[in-house]
């Protein structure tokens, strides 16, 4: 992810651990076929990583994180919803 850490500041945020997870929550809590309680979200640092001992709720969730991986302004669009949206606990 450290290629979007540019997008991230472009859109007055960090490219961050925390500010990824905020992201990913904000993702989870969007898309009603992602259940909140089947994903555990460890963000640190400079570093996020999701579990899951569900399969298919990973791989739904990876989708949606590629997607915004190679689409710079979906991924700006996307922080600032999370951020309007109260995600981000100052990170993002």
Request: no cysteine; glycine share 8%.
């Amino acid at each position: 992810m450290q290629a979007t850490f540019l997008t991230f500041e472009q859109a007055g945020s960090y490219g961050n651990g925390s500010a990824w997870g905020a992201l990913i929550e904000h993702l989870i809590s969007a898309d009603p076929t992602l259940d909140a309680s089947l994903l555990v979200i460890d963000s640190e640092s400079d570093s996020v990583r999701v579990r899951s001992q569900d399969r298919e709720q990973l791989e739904r969730l990876a989708s949606h994180i590629q997607r915004l991986a190679f689409d710079k302004a979906l991924l700006i669009s996307e922080i600032k919803t999370a951020r309007e949206a109260g995600f981000g606990h100052g990170d993002l």
